[in-house]
């Protein structure tokens, strides 16, 4: 038998009650295979902070270094909240950043998937979603202006000021292209290069790099789209979309848009690929206008349990399973409250309910060979 140990940082807000329902999952993939899931919870952002005194605490950092991969739940308080703690122990700059800096995650993918047959979860025309929507974004996840160099002072004029770098080298460029060309070589062989080298030097340098890269992968066709047009697009025709690529905040803000199109955020998980180790955690936030009331769409985490068996344990057919499982609760008519519009006939399900017909379609699924 296989033995993996996790770690599981269930994070704020939702992230308890959406990360008990992946705790089902991975238990019944445990039954279902010859493998065997060591799942260490630890504590992780805001909570942590006030738990404990640091939003990522040491004994957090030892499970996740001892542990296969992680998998995470969001952090953060609301933006009121958030000002009980200092802005430097605050859940991003405290936890999730140094995360990331720490397993040096520099590949985050974010599927943006909706079959035709849910297209009246998104807020977007059938004839616009026409065959469904079906794209991956890849967004460099440790570099650019969210790590660089900060200053904040007052100037000569006596006024407050803030200086935040903007920084890539090249490697860092060079490596992410190359996760976004693979992974197009396994799909459809496009990509589409998010950029604003009309106004940014790092983006020209983006560029730069692209062109070089893409030489090793002739078979992929290259489109280049300026950052704010491709806003504009993923709402007009999804549909041409296929493999995405771009720096991290370019990333941040439009595959939160990417969860907009698909109806909900509850429907964004993600991988984040580092050398050694990977994290898989929602694309989303604590959400905390809706935390403790059993209606998060677990989804995002769940498909990120999914994420983790392929990419991380090499289990491709039963993290198959799992996603079909999550499409076959849809399928039957159900969703939790962010996807049941008036009208649209969808039969509302709570958070733990999601969870139990998952288990209940994966157990009732043939088992991998
Ligand atoms: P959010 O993503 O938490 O929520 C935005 C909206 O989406 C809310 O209406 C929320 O109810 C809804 N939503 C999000 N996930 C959902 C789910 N699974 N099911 C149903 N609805 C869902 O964004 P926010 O409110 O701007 O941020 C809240 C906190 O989360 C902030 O402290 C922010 O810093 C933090 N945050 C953390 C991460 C992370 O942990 N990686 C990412 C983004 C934001």
Known sequence: ??????????????????????????KLVEERNDVAFDLRPAPFGAQAYFDCGHPFPDETKAICDAADAII???????HEESKKIPVDMQPERGALLPLRRRYNTFANFRPVSLPRALAHFSPLKPEIIGDGIDLVMVRELVGGLYFGEKEVGVNEAGLRYVKEVLEYDEEQIRRVLHEALQLSMRRKKVLHNIHKSNVLKSSVL???????????????????????????????????????????????????QGGGILGSLGLMPSACKGPDKSYYEPSHGSAPDIAGQNIANPYSMIGSVAMMLEDSFGMAQESKNVWAAMQSVFGAGFSTPDLSKPGSGVKMINTDEFGDRVVEALAGMPKAG
């Open 1 to 26: 038998m296989t033995q993996y140990t996790i770690a599981l940082l269930e994070g704020d807000g939702i992230g308890p009650e959406i990360a008990r329902e992946a705790v089902k999952v991975f």
């Open 72 to 78: 995470k739940g969001p952090i953060g308080l609301s």
């Open 206 to 256: 983006w560029n730069e790099v692209l062109e070089e890269v893409a030489q090793e992968y002739p078979e992929v066709e290259i489109r280049h789209i300026l950052v704010d047009a491709a806003a504009t697009l993923l709402c007009l025709n999804p549909g041409q979309f296929d493999v995405m690529v771009m720096e991290n905040m370019f990333g941040d803000i439009l595959s939160d």
